[in-house]
């Protein structure tokens, strides 16, 4: 049974262009959220999806950054025109459902040069 | 809001010796307590939770026990190994907001021979 599925692990990218980040949520979970961890601290909330479905997007900044959950597919956080400070660890996971247990990811390293 | 507060590390720890973890927390609702553990280039893994008050979760030789008295979720371990060497984070999921969890910042185990 496999995990939270992210992808890429590592991703580079220049200021001012485009990151995409996926993740595949355990098999069964309709669940999404998005955490990202900047160096040296802990979690913080981002986003929170269903399928279709923003539900809480509280902890997401208001520009630059979107998250999509579609019917088919993985979840996608996009970072458009990215800067340095955008550099940080984003961590996807999956719940089978409302205040179930969350499951993560192994991360993907996003590092703006 | 909520909030959670881990004693700050790194913790160095011979093997054998015992280990507590100190976390308290904030939280307006009945909230459910968690505790991650990442190991060097992972994502974060559940190692315990409880989900109300004086119950202990348990997991590895580790406990933690719910008190609401006190507002604490304390981590423990009677006899450490250096494979426990890694970032140990306290969460709450409040059951207001159960779509989020909000963690401390984490702390650093250490565990030498």
């Known amino acids: 049974n496999a995990g939270v599925m992210q992808n890429p692990r590592h991703l580079v990218r220049r200021r001012g262009q485009e990151a995409r980040l996926r993740c595949s949520p355990m098999k069964g979970h309709s669940h999404v959220y998005w955490y990202r961890q900047l160096p040296e601290e802990g979690l913080k909330f981002m986003v929170y999806?269903?399928?279709?479905?923003?539900?809480?997007e509280s902890g997401m900044p208001k520009e630059r950054f979107s998250a999509e959950f579609p019917k088919e597919g993985p979840s996608i956080l996009r970072i458009q025109q990215v800067v340095r400070g955008d550099s940080a660890a984003y961590f996807c996971?999956?719940?089978?459902?409302?205040?179930?247990?969350?499951?993560f990811g192994p991360g993907t390293r996003l590092l703006v040069l | 809001g909520d909030s959670v507060t881990q004693m700050e590390g790194p913790v160095t720890l011979s093997e054998e010796a015992f280990l507590t973890i100190n976390c308290t927390y904030t939280?307006?609702?009945?909230?459910?307590l968690f505790w991650y553990v990442q190991y060097p280039g992972e994502g974060l893994q559940l190692l315990l939770k409880?989900?109300?008050?004086?119950d202990k979760g348990s997991n590895k030789g580790f406990e933690a026990t719910y008190r609401k008295e006190t507002t604490s979720f304390h981590l423990e371990k009677g006899s450490v190994q250096v494979s426990d060497s890694a970032v140990y984070f306290c969460a709450l999921s409040d059951s207001g907001t159960a779509s989020k969890l909000t963690f401390g910042t984490g702390t650093r185990l250490q565990v030498t021979l």
């Open positions: 999806l269903q399928k279709e479905n923003i539900i809480d």
């Open positions: 939280a307006t609702g009945y909230p459910s």
């Open positions: 409880a989900t109300k008050a004086d």
């Open positions: 996971a999956s719940s089978m459902g409302l205040e179930e247990t969350q499951y």
